[in-house]
């Protein structure tokens, strides 16, 4: 895993426990950082929903991109991956149809903007989440 002092990179499988991998390398690479509490929270949380969707409607292959902006505070996530797959991820063809939708919600409330960028290689999901806590 790539770490420098205000970016890290690294390759996630492509299985439900990609999840619960990149919050902990997010976690650690938070508490380095000295991201507020608060805001670490928020931040876990867009990376969960930016992967849970990156492994739930995309291909292989999945990488994970974080990088501390000095410029406004926040925190860029970036989760790569191979285009959109042929056929739902196993949770998402196990849930009622009125279950979906929720995470891009959650990523709307918590980031101050996000997007997607198309390439050759697939696509690149991504937000910008405040990287000090809103309430001070």
């Given at each position: 895993m790539p770490l420098t002092d205000h970016h890290t990179s690294c390759r996630l499988a492509h299985r439900p426990e990609a999840v619960r991998h990149a919050r902990q390398i997010v976690g650690s690479v938070l508490r380095r950082w000295q991201v507020a509490e608060d805001a670490a929270a928020s931040v876990l949380l867009v990376v969960s929903e930016l992967v849970t969707n990156a492994v739930e409607h995309a291909q292989p292959p999945l990488a994970?991109?974080?990088?501390?902006?000095y410029t406004g505070?926040?925190?860029w996530v970036g989760i790569t991956d191979g285009g959109p797959a042929a056929r739902q991820g196993a949770w998402a063809a196990s849930c009622a149809q009125d279950e979906h939708g929720r995470g891009l919600a959650i990523v709307d409330t918590l980031a101050t903007a996000h997007g997607t960028r198309r390439h050759r290689q697939g696509a690149t999901h991504w937000a910008r989440v405040p990287a000090v806590d809103q309430t001070t």
């Open positions: 994970l991109n974080v990088l501390l902006e505070r926040r925190v």
